[in-house]
């Protein structure tokens, strides 16, 4: 029997690689569900090429767009996720979210009941909502994987071992493009020049972010939340080739060290191919990288984003909504060239450090509204003062 798979976020660069990975699996797998926010070109080609009979597509015009293009044809068309109970009758065997931004949290949440496994590669849902996502996780007896190669990377080398053996953990940073660029030459950085990785293909957003080293920054909020680390055991190490993506130290001695190639086919691939004698065509182990690892310090001179971790609670907290939402509206601004590189940190800073802000420190979430609305209004101050 085929298993039924449902992707959120199919038009993105994380879907893609999964719809991709599925165009060969036909015979084992059945996809009930792409969802998308406008890109409407590419939902309805991924559905006629698996005939995916559900399509979520939340923006109103792309909506419009889609439904008239699928009238005299079995699909059916949905603008939210209020009618997710029409589409799934009874639990599918695996779930694949990857909506970018805060925007991902409620569908990811409601998604939950109806999968027997989740793979998350959203981290700001993570972030904001992991305490939401972790009561629905246990609620619905629903497993998960983080998708994230160095999250992935953990999760995969605790396999035999508890969180609690753990005496440290080594997240790599691979520098992005700035890694050896003159700390003279930040103030004249472009959108291009942020965008151009050495190492990844990813979107803009995302891009930005790894160049600004915040997205570090995300991956050890992310670790500390899912595997219940305190921040005193996560460290994160530069290493340019990536090839390193989770160093695991544990207390009685041993160390596992996880790598792959720089592609997230393999993350992507082993959420659904896990302990199956399955194989991802990969690159030979590379002995060049093992022997060259270079594992450096990072300088917060060249990316004062990693001194964020200083402020962070130990608690979870609304307060990382405040970072997430800030900087969303920050990258939005650079990317739109309304302020240089450089004022995304400058600025996050600044907001981060008021006291309207600083109280929400001490308050979890008790619900999605809790982090919309407060994603809402931090963008809304951002807008006010004209940053």
């Known amino acids: 029997m085929k298993k039924k798979i449902a992707i959120l976020g199919s038009t993105g660069s994380i879907g893609k690689t999964l719809f991709n990975i599925l165009l060969k699996e036909k015979k084992n797998f059945e996809l009930v569900l792409l969802t998308a926010d406008k890109s409407h070109e590419i939902l309805i080609k ?3 090429a698996l005939n995916v009979k559900n399509l979520i597509i939340t923006n109103k015009k792309s909506f419009e767009i889609l439904k008239k293009k699928t009238k005299n044809t079995k699909i059916s ?11 799934f009758k009874k639990k599918i065997h695996y779930v694949m979210s990857s909506i970018s931004g805060i925007q991902g949290l409620e569908p990811t949440i409601k998604i939950i009941k109806f999968t027997k496994k989740i793979a998350i590669a959203n981290k700001e849902s993570i972030i904001c909502g992991w305490n939401l996502i972790q ?23 605790l396999k035999n071992f508890k969180s609690t053996t753990l005496e440290e953990v080594i997240l790599t940073a691979s520098g992005g493009p700035f890694y050896k660029t003159p700390l003279s030459k ?12 050495p190492n990844w293909k990813m979107g803009k957003k995302i891009s930005t972010d790894s160049a600004t080293m915040i997205n570090k920054v995300y991956e050890v909020m992310e670790a500390r939340k899912v595997f219940d680390v305190d921040y005193n055991k996560i460290k994160v190490l530069i290493h340019p080739k990536s090839y390193v993506h989770a160093i695991l130290k544990f207390k009685n001695g041993l160390t596992n060290v996880i790598a792959h190639d720089t592609t997230m086919k393999v993350p992507i691939f082993n959420t659904i191919f896990l302990d199956s004698d399955r194989k991802l065509e990969t690159n030979k182990i590379n002995t060049n990288i093992l022997n060259n690892m270079n594992l450096n310090n990072i300088d917060p001179k060249r990316f004062p984003m990693i001194k964020l971790l200083n402020f962070l609670p130990n608690n979870s907290s609304l307060f990382e909504t405040v970072i997430v939402a800030a900087n969303d509206r920050l990258v939005e601004l650079f990317l739109n ?20 802000f600083q109280k929400f420190k001490k308050k979890l979430p008790s619900n999605i509204k809790d982090i919309t609305n407060l994603n809402d209004y931090v963008r809304l101050k951002i807008e006010e003062n004209n940053i």
């Not at 068309?77 to 589409?87: A, M, S, V």
């Not at 930040?186 to 990785?197: E, G, M, Q, R, W």
């Open 46 to 48: 991924q559905a006629k």
């Open 77 to 87: 068309i949905f603008n939210d996720y209020t009618k997710l109970d029409k589409i």
């Open 135 to 157: 009561s629905q996780l246990k609620r619905y007896k629903t497993e998960f994987i983080p998708v994230d190669s160095e999250h992935f990377s953990i999760w995969y080398g």
């Open 186 to 197: 930040f103030k004249n950085i472009k959108v291009s020049d942020a965008l151009n990785h």
């Open 337 to 356: 060239n309304k302020i240089k590189f450089t004022e995304i940190q400058k600025n996050l800073f600044k907001i981060i450090k008021k006291e309207e």
